[in-house]
């Protein structure tokens, strides 16, 4: 369905120039789902911005269908052809974006007929009809008759999507399309998306959402610096990556980490970030209260009044288990106490058998170890405790 070759796109001039794709080439097949993970920065949205039109290329070749190709000539400037090839090029495929892009005078309703109408030909009553059938596919067929105004974030982006299908693309892509959700709306959307998938619906998807695109992706570019850097199965890319820069964002993404500097720091705040790390992942409410109970806890023993705290949350996909680690300010030794009580805290707190916050702590845990760092710094290891 698409081709794309020797695809290169740059930035700014001189010192600040900056190549944002750099010879990138690759092939989507009908019924394929191809999801592009990686860095900020690393490309992927301006990837699909190439390929629909919407950037102009500095060299290589789009192709889809192996009917209608925009090309760039052995100077680099972009050459795209007549307008039949351009027509040709923009009717194959569909665009998604992060913001919707409803038209906010027009009812839902009123969104998926316009372009029907207007490019494709389509009489008034047909459209009405096909737009109909596309809400109902998207659950919003009672929502018809609503004003954009008056759709939640979720709802808006399945709207766009029931839009940008009613155009009859053979590739749709996706750029971060749950990126500028509420993190309670980022289910509805990728159910939408996990369905088309289902149906054979040829895609592509720009995506922070890790469990999602190992699910139900059919191939995964990670990218980095510009380039694809490495593609495979999901099983390939997120269990056994080959490459140095794969397997360290690969490892990164399953990891939260924040930094306490004194004991006037944002509890709320952290709990958020952590809140937003577990939704990733699809951790129930009941186990993420234990993780943010966990780490409150904890923070009370640790003498912040010392130096930074650093923090880290992990999450296993292999066995589903949960680890904190607390790295304490250096100076202080053992929180813990688990051994010998007579290596304590210094100006810290013990854990004490005795106090209900060790009740708590040892509640939650399943197990906890300390580690003594390069750097002469404790660092300690509990792993939530799992429940049926």
Do not use: W
């Amino acid at each position: 369905i698409l081709r794309v070759e020797n695809l290169c796109k740059t930035y700014g001039e001189g010192k600040n120039e900056v190549k944002a794709l750099d010879h990138i080439s690759f092939s989507v097949n009908k019924g394929e789902f191809i999801a592009i993970i990686g860095p900020s920065g690393s490309g992927k949205s301006t990837l699909l911005r190439c390929a629909t039109l919407l950037e102009t290329m500095d060299g290589g070749d789009l192709i889809y269908l192996d009917d209608y190709a925009a090309k760039a000539d052995e100077n680099g400037k972009a050459v795209y052809g007549d307008k039949e090839v351009l027509q040709g090029v923009k009717k194959h495929f569909g665009l998604v974006f992060q913001n919707f892009n409803l038209f906010n005078h027009l009812s839902i309703l009123e969104n998926l007929c316009v372009a029907p109408m207007d490019l494709l030909g389509m009489g008034k009553e047909e459209a009405r009809a096909q737009a109909m059938e596309l809400l109902g596919m998207v659950g919003l067929a009672e929502k018809a008759d609503a004003m954009p105004s008056q759709l939640s974030g979720g709802q808006k982006q399945r709207a766009a999507i029931a839009r940008c299908l009613s155009m009859k693309p053979q590739i749709i892509l996706f750029d971060e399309p749950t990126s500028a959700l509420d993190p309670t709306m980022v289910s509805e959307v990728l159910a939408v998306i996990r369905n088309l998938a289902q149906q054979g619906m040829t895609m592509m998807i720009v995506t922070h959402e890790m469990e999602f695109a190992k699910n139900v992706s059919s191939r995964i570019f990670y990218m980095d610096q510009g380039i694809i850097y490495e593609e495979g199965t999901p099983q390939q890319i997120f269990e056994n990556p080959q490459k140095e820069r794969t397997r360290t964002f690969i490892n990164r993404i399953r990891e939260y980490r924040c930094t306490i500097r004194s004991k006037d720091y944002d509890l709320y705040g952290m709990q958020g970030e952590m809140t937003r790390f577990c939704n990733k992942y699809f951790i129930n409410s009941n186990t993420q209260f234990r993780i943010q109970l966990l780490a409150e806890e904890m923070l009370h023993l640790v003498p912040l009044h010392m130096g930074e705290v650093e923090i880290a949350l992990n999450y296993s996909e292999k066995n589903s288990s949960i680890s904190m680690e607390f790295l304490l300010p250096k100076g202080c030794r053992s929180i813990l106490n688990l051994e010998d009580s007579g290596n304590g805290a210094k100006d810290g707190n013990y854990l004490n058998p005795d106090n209900l916050e060790t009740s708590i702590i040892q509640g939650l845990c399943d197990s906890m170890e300390e580690k003594v760092t390069e750097d002469n710094r404790i660092k300690l290891i509990l792993t939530l405790r799992k429940q049926d």
